[in-house]
């Protein structure tokens, strides 16, 4: 039977049984009927207190949260579910507790979009000392109160275990299907073809980790042009508030005006294009490393359709070349990572991002597409693809 949208299967049960008393009562009134009517009264308010409680909505839970976010494979998906927890949990957490649960719980390539901040403390991380992460053991069990704020439950305490009866052991009747291979015919089993996507995806992820401890410090990285950023900021901070004033003083909305209606006396221009020249690499920079991780996450829910006739370039051996399918983003992001949009984002026309760092990010995201090039992830991209083509055959 299907259920109907808004019904109360309690409710309904309830108006059946009803009835069913009613008839009851109708067929004769006696003592042995009206006992047996009670018997049934009885049973009824049971079976019906225990459904509607059932159907009492739960507060929402910290612990239960994380748990369905580890489960979510999309980027936007990740940001929306993050953005919630934010809202509802974080005033009940200590610093470094939510950073620390998602660098546990959310794939690297997916940190990005729940805001995790690879500098950001940590709570978690470095005290599990190599332990695996437990949400239930080092997430804090909170709950949203009738208030909607945050409130820790208290913690059963544990009992000694008594000793049980021991119980026969019934030999399972159903067979876990994750352990056998394809019914296509393939060698893969589900688990086999979970890990093989893992190992893809920590492969990719292992380049951009080791571009943002070593590479993005070196010149025209994205940490080395924040730090130039900073440092020139410090240098010229006098200059800066000095240029603030006059704007503020003579009515000026934004730097750029003072410069096209030849305002900016040369000492200014003298000290402030090399300044602006700092906030367009570092600009410039920030929009690269945020499109390569975006075109990760656009590889890996490329590879999860593969075979299935949604995303064609995914289904040819040769779609890491960046010189074919020009409609797709491997393609785009090398015909447009020089483009004037991106290296002056902000539009003021003083300076534009140096080139040097398209050069830096292309050879990055190079790199990422050539280790998709290899032999050994060729290999296991054709395992995975045989295993998706004979799912959906």
């Known amino acids: 039977m299907v259920k109907q949208c808004g019904a109360n299967e309690a409710l309904k049960g309830l108006q059946d049984k009803t009835k069913e008393m009613a008839d009851t009562l109708t067929d004769a009134v006696d003592l042995e009927k009206l006992e047996e009517f009670k018997a049934k009264a009885e049973g009824i308010a049971d079976e019906v207190k225990g459904k509607l409680v059932s159907q009492i909505p739960k507060p ?34 200590a610093a470094g507790v939510l950073t620390g649960a998602l660098k546990n719980i959310v794939p690297p390539l997916l940190q990005g979009a729940a805001g995790v901040v690879q500098d950001a403390k940590d709570a978690i991380s470095d005290a599990l ?20 704020e945050p409130v820790e439950k208290a913690k059963v305490e544990a009992k000694p275990n008594e000793k049980a ?15 056998k291979p394809s019914s296509g015919g393939g060698t893969l089993t589900l688990d086999e073809f979970k890990a093989l996507n893992k190992e893809i995806s920590e492969g990719a992820a292992a380049i951009m980790d080791e571009y943002n401890k070593v590479g ?12 130039a950023n900073l440092e020139s900021r410090e240098k010229n901070k006098a200059n800066l508030r000095n240029l603030q004033f006059t704007m503020n003083e003579q009515g000026w909305m934004d730097p750029v005006d003072m410069f ?4 900016m006396d040369e000492e200014i221009i003298d000290w402030y294009f090399p300044h602006y020249q700092t906030i367009a690499d570092k600009s410039y920079a920030n929009a690269l490393v945020f499109q390569i991780n975006e075109n990760l996450n656009s ?6 359709y593969a075979g299935k006739g949604l995303y064609k370039m995914f289904d040819q051996d040769d779609w890491h070349d960046h010189t074919k399918y020009p409609n797709m983003f491997i393609y785009q992001f090398f015909k447009n990572s020089r483009d004037i949009k991106i290296r002056d984002a902000l ?11 398209a050069e830096v990010h292309e050879a990055l995201f190079k790199k990422i597409l050539d280790y998709y090039k290899s032999d050994e992830v060729k290999e296991k991209l054709a395992k995975k693809l045989e295993y998706q083509k004979e799912l959906f055959s």
Do not use: H, W
Request: charged share 35%; proline share 3%.
């Open 129 to 148: 000392g190599g332990k695996e992460f437990d949400i239930c053991k080092n997430i804090p069990n909170l709950e949203l109160d009738e208030d909607g």
């Open 165 to 179: 009866d021991t119980q026969e052991k019934v030999e399972p009747t159903v067979e876990d299907n994750s352990k």
């Open 60 to 93: 929402k839970n910290l612990q239960v949260e994380l748990g369905k976010l580890a489960e979510v494979k999309d980027a936007i998906g990740v940001g929306l579910a993050v953005a919630a927890i934010e809202k509802d949990f974080a005033k009940g957490l």
């Open 347 to 357: 539009g003021y026309g003083f300076r534009k991002g140096n080139e040097n760092i």
């Open 299 to 304: 590889i890996e829910g490329g590879l999860e």
């Open 260 to 263: 096209i209606n030849n305002a």
């Open 216 to 227: 993005s410090k070196e010149p025209y990285g994205k940490a080395f042009t924040k730090q």
